[in-house]
């Protein structure tokens, strides 16, 4: 059974930063990929990371390009979103989730994938 649990989450001040986990478990192969989404009240899903846990190609939107960036632990299947330059507007609860492919298919992180598995999400607010 795939569980993620997110972690990392927490209060900073603007222009600060944050590091957020996502531990991942139950996967019998490195045939899926993670991505980190946010939700803010009243506003939409959006996906601002994206990691191929087989090749470890990555994506960034523009919206959080710069700022933001996305790696793997293959070892411990753990997967850090490193968030710098936090502003008000990056306040939201943040999810982990996960889109296993079939082996041997490629995968693009910057479509919009099949998202079957999700974490219980961590909080980050950006404030002064």
């Known amino acids: 059974q795939v569980q993620l649990v997110e972690s990392g989450g927490g209060l900073v001040h603007p222009g600060g930063s944050l590091r957020l986990s996502c531990a991942a478990s139950g996967f019998t192969s490195n045939e899926y990929a993670i991505g980190w989404f946010r939700q803010a009240p009243g506003k939409q899903r959006e996906k601002v990371s994206c990691?191929?846990?087989?090749?470890?190609?990555?994506y960034i939107p523009d919206s959080v390009k710069g700022r933001f960036s996305i790696s793997r632990d293959i070892p411990t299947n753990t997967v850090y979103l490193q968030m710098n330059g936090l502003k008000p507007d990056d306040s939201a609860l943040y999810y982990c989730?996960?889109?296993?492919?079939?082996?041997?298919?490629?995968?693009?992180?910057?479509?919009?994938?099949?998202?079957?598995?999700w974490g219980q999400g961590t909080q980050v607010t950006v404030s002064s």
């Open positions: 989730a996960a889109d296993r492919y079939y082996p041997g298919s490629a995968y693009y992180c910057d479509l919009a994938g099949n998202w079957n598995s």
């Open positions: 990691v191929n846990m087989n090749d470890g190609s990555t």
